[in-house]
């Protein structure tokens, strides 16, 4: 019987000899250092939460590999539309554990981990590792993260052009593929096992870039280069009061460097097919069901900005204020929106290979555009409406250990309706870190972009509705009506026609 990793064995398991680089050093030890520390912790959660009897029959289901043992239900291939819901109370379930902040959660990855059951042959002459990755993945929940993106370095030019730069393959070997160039940008890699490289909607022309592998986070030639940490920031200039949010779920964004990485056989899925490269995006079905996961982290998240809300109009005393209560309303209209477009795509599945299904993409498709016009208009709400409350608050907690200022901010930051100064400070900071800070300022780029650029958002909805005959038949719809009529009036018999 195989199970999971616990949260202990998933801290332990991050100590092995990555490479990974901030502020000019190396970090020894990922599971110690006050950049990943408590975001390592806030992963061990969701780990320790599959162990749990109490969240057994949201958190886990039977392995479909023969194993005997349990796994989080989205690393599995869905087969019915029981099974969707399922995945989708288990995406939830884990997002609500870090607030919904956690946009690279393991179960991320397992949007491509879960069909390799289902789709292994599209892989070949690589099935087999398909098939043994799958295996392994659920068995374990493996945490992966990806980096599918060329640098913005030269994107005027062909990627083959840009060889110093972009992923691609140096040479082949008995043992593998040595590939160097770099990525970006690998979410979550310091707290994560693996990374998955592929390109998505890339024109690549030639074989040395024509690679989709996995190249573990230990392996010699990685090379992972940090991006400012803010869990790290908050831990040298205040305390949990002050930082709640970015002191422990920053995933933080790496530059992802490969040296001379030596790719194993066993890692490769698709190397040297340029049809297959390309198709895979679309094939795949990691589309999909990515949306399908963010659609539903988004929705989780949008609660809990909600309910922030409330409760910050509460403190300042303008809950009750008819224009505030509308911009509320939007806030929730949001949220029921995600919502909608995630039950949507669970409960109206499109069949796909060997009796899998996949989550309806027309729904997840709306939720890449909706996405990127939704966050940035609920922020702009908090904003608007709680206005100076955001910043009218004291430096840090250690204010309210100091017996000279402590009275006067006990009678000048209080809340309204008798709540008082240390309740509203800490709704304040909380909001603010999540829509104000450097954190907040990085997930509303995150919510903006990790799904697409806001101009292919569009454009890949136009073209699948297009190749799917869905516009041809909007426009004969459009049409039935046009030939109802003309210049001498009615043409349909049932209408009364105009006298002349």
């Not at 109206?348 to 009796?355: H, R, T």
């Amino acid at each position: 019987m195989t199970r999971p990793l616990t949260g202990e064995e998933y801290v332990e398991s991050l100590r092995d000899d990555r490479a990974v680089f901030l502020n000019g050093e190396r970090v020894k030890d990922v599971t110690t250092h006050p950049a990943f520390r408590n975001p390592v912790r806030m992963t061990a959660r969701l780990y320790d939460a599959l162990h749990d009897p109490a969240n057994r029959e949201v958190l886990t289901a039977p392995t479909d590999t023969g194993s005997g043992g349990f796994t989080h239900p989205f690393y599995r291939t869905p087969h019915t539309v029981e099974d969707m819901v399922a995945d989708q109370r288990a995406i939830a379930a884990w997002a609500r554990m870090s607030y919904g902040w956690m946009g690279r959660s393991p179960d991320y990855k397992a949007s491509f981990l879960g069909t390799l059951g289902a789709n292994a042959d599209f892989y070949a002459p690589y099935s087999d590792n398909a098939e043994r990755w799958y295996r392994e993945s659920q068995e374990k929940v493996l945490f992966w993260n990806h980096a599918i993106v060329h640098p913005p370095v030269d994107r005027n030019r062909a990627p083959d052009e840009v060889a110093d730069v972009y992923i691609r393959v140096e040479r082949e070997t008995d043992a593998g593929l040595i590939v160097s160039g770099a990525k970006v940008v690998a979410t979550g890699s310091a707290l994560s096992h693996y990374n998955f490289i592929a390109h998505f909607g890339l024109p690549i022309r030639k074989k040395e870039f024509a690679l989709i592998a996995t190249v573990p986070m230990g392996a010699a030639g990685v090379k992972l280069i940090c991006r400012p940490s803010y869990s790290a920031t908050a831990a040298a200039v205040g305390t949990p009061f002050d930082y709640p949010l970015s002191s422990r779920l920053d995933e933080n964004d790496t530059i992802l460097v490969l040296d001379k990485v030596l790719v194993p056989w066993e890692n490769v899925f698709v190397y040297g097919n340029l049809g297959k490269v390309q198709m895979f995006a679309s094939q795949s079905g990691f589309a999909e069901r990515f949306t399908f996961h963010g659609c539903t982290r988004l929705a989780v998240k949008l609660e809990f900005l909600a309910g922030l809300l409330a409760k910050a109009l509460e403190l300042t005393g303008t809950k009750d204020f008819r224009g505030v209560q509308s911009r509320l309303g939007e806030v929730l209209a949001w949220r029921n929106l995600f919502w909608g477009l995630s039950d949507a795509a669970a409960r109206n599945p499109v069949q796909w290979k060997n009796g899998a299904l996949l989550p309806n993409p027309q729904y997840g498709m709306a939720y890449r555009w909706f996405m990127q016009i939704g966050y940035p208009r609920v922020k702009e709400i908090i904003q608007q409406d709680v206005a100076s409350g955001l910043i009218y608050v004291n430096s840090s907690a250690e204010d309210f250990h100091n017996p000279e200022i402590r009275p006067y901010l006990d009678r000048y930051l209080r809340g309204s309706d008798g709540s008082d100064a240390e309740q509203r400070v800490k709704v304040m900071k909380l909001l603010w870190d999540a829509t104000g800070t450097e954190f907040g300022g990085r997930h509303e780029l995150y919510e903006r972009n990790y799904a697409g650029n806001h101009e292919n958002t569009r454009v890949e909805l136009l073209h699948a509705q297009t190749a799917s005959g869905l516009l041809d038949g909007y426009k004969a719809f459009a049409e039935q009506c046009l030939a109802e009529y003309d210049l001498d009036g009615w043409t349909a018999p049932d209408l009364w026609a105009p006298e002349r």
